[in-house]
C-alpha cells in the first residue's frame, strides 16, 4: 500500500502538468480522485491495511489527495485562461458584437393597476387592507345585510367549498372585519381577487379583482364618496374627469348608486367604449347601510360611512384597451409582453 502510494506521488502530478486539455485533465482527475479512482480506493479500503500502519497510509494518502486536488485546480484555471486568450487572438473574435440580450421580464398589467391604485388611496389617508379568499357565510353575505334567501347567495354565482365555507363573491367582506377589527373614523381599502360561479365570455371571468373602499367617520356624505372617486379616476386616466351617481341596489349601502364617468375616450361625443352614451359605469357605492355598521360594533346615530367596490379588471381594460377580460388570467406571454 505504502508503495502504491510512492508511485501514485511521482506519478500524478507530472501527468497533471504534461495535460494538454481540459478534457485530458478530466480524465487524469478520474483516474485518481474519481469515485474508482487510485487515492479514493486506498481511502476507501484503510480497513485493510495492517493497523500498525493505518495512520501513516491514511495520513500519506490524504496528504496526496490534497496535492493531487490543488494541482488540478490549478492547471484547470491556466487551461481556461489559455482557452480565453486563445479565443480573444482569433481574428475572427469580435469583442464589439451586442452579446445576447437576457429577456426582461414586465410587471402584470393588473399588479400595475394595483400598485397605483394603492398609491392614490394611500395619498388620501386609505389603510390597505387584506381579507381572506375563503370566506364564511357570514362575512361574505350575513353580516353585509344579505339574507337567507337573497338572490346574490344563489347557487348559481357562489362556489361553495365543502367545509360550508364560500370563496368569496366580493371584497366587501373586508369592510365587516375592518370596523370590527379597530375603531372609526377609519378609511380603508381592500384590493384582492373575487370568484363567481359563471360562463366566462369578453366580458365576465370566474375569477376576477375588485377594490374596495371604506370610510367612516362623523358627517361622511355623498360628496365625500364622489370627491375621493373623481381624484381616483382623474389619477388614473391623467385628465379631468366627470362623475355622475345614478340610484343603484346594493343590500349593504342605503342610499345605493352607480357611479358613472364621462367618457375618456370621445369626451362625451359617443364612442364604441361608452357605447355611444357619453358615460360608463364604473362601480357601485353608497352610503353603509345602518344594520351593517352596528353589526360591526359601529354606532349609526354617532357615524355615518361610504363604501364602494370596483371591478379592477374593467378598469384595467379600459385604461389599456383591452377587449376580452380573460386574457388577465390566460398565462399568454405574447399578451403579457405588451405591458
Ligand atoms: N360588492 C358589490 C359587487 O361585487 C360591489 C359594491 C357595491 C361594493 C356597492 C360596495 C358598494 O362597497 O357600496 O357587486
Known amino acids: ?49 495492517a493497523p500498525a500502519d493505518r495512520k501513516v497510509v491514511g495520513q500519506g494518502a490524504n496528504r496526496i489527495r490534497q496535492a493531487v486536488e490543488s494541482g488540478i485546480a ?43 391604485l394603492e398609491s392614490i388611496f394611500s395619498s388620501m389617508g386609505f389603510e390597505i387592507l387584506d381579507g381572506p379568499e375563503v370566506e364564511t357565510d357570514y362575512y361574505n353575505f350575513q353580516a353585509l345585510n344579505i339574507p337567507e334567501h337573497h338572490p346574490a347567495r344563489d347557487m348559481q354565482d357562489t362556489f361553495y367549498v365543502e367545509s360550508g365555507q364560500v370563496l368569496r363573491t366580493h371584497t366587501s367582506p373586508v369592510q365587516i372585519r375592518a370596523m370590527k377589527e379597530r375603531q372609526p373614523p377609519l378609511r380603508v381599502v381592500a384590493p384582492g381577487r373575487v370568484f363567481r360561479y359563471e360562463v366566462t365570455d369578453a366580458s365576465h371571468e370566474n375569477t376576477f379583482h375588485q377594490i374596495e373602499g371604506l370610510m367612516v367617520d362623523r358627517n361622511v356624505s355623498v360628496a365625500n364618496l364622489t370627491g375621493v372617486l373623481q381624484h381616483m379616476l382623474r389619477e388614473v386616466f391623467e385628465r379631468e374627469v366627470r362623475v355622475r351617481l345614478r340610484p343603484g341596489y346594493f343590500p349593504f349601502v342605503e342610499p345605493g348608486f352607480e357611479l358613472e364617468f364621462g367618457c375618456v375616450f370621445c369626451e362625451g361625443s359617443g364612442c364604441k367604449v361608452c357605447k355611444q352614451g357619453g358615460w360608463i359605469e364604473l362601480l357601485g357605492c353608497g352610503l353603509v347601510h345602518p344594520n351593517v355598521l352596528r353589526e360591526s360594533g359601529v354606532d349609526p346615530e354617532e357615524f355615518t360611512g361610504f363604501a364602494f367596490g370596483m371591478g379592477v379588471e374593467r378598469l384595467a381594460m379600459m385604461k389599456y384597451g383591452i377587449n376580452d377580460i380573460r386574457y388577465f388570467m390566460s398565462g399568454d406571454l405574447r399578451f403579457l409582453r405588451q405591458f
Open 1 to 49: 500500500m505504502q508503495d502504491k502510494l510512492t508511485q501514485i506521488e511521482s506519478e500524478a502530478l507530472p501527468k497533471v502538468a504534461a495535460s494538454g486539455s481540459l478534457s485530458a485533465l478530466r480524465e487524469i482527475e478520474l483516474e485518481y480522485l474519481g469515485r474508482k479512482g487510485q487515492i479514493t480506493q486506498i481511502l476507501r479500503n484503510i480497513s485493510q491495511v
Open 74 to 116: 490549478e492547471r484547470r484555471a491556466a487551461l481556461e485562461e489559455a482557452e480565453v486568450q486563445k479565443q480573444l487572438s482569433d481574428p475572427g473574435f469580435d469583442v464589439t458584437r451586442p452579446g445576447i440580450h437576457p429577456g426582461r421580464g414586465s410587471q402584470h398589467p393588473l399588479t400595475q393597476v394595483f400598485r397605483q
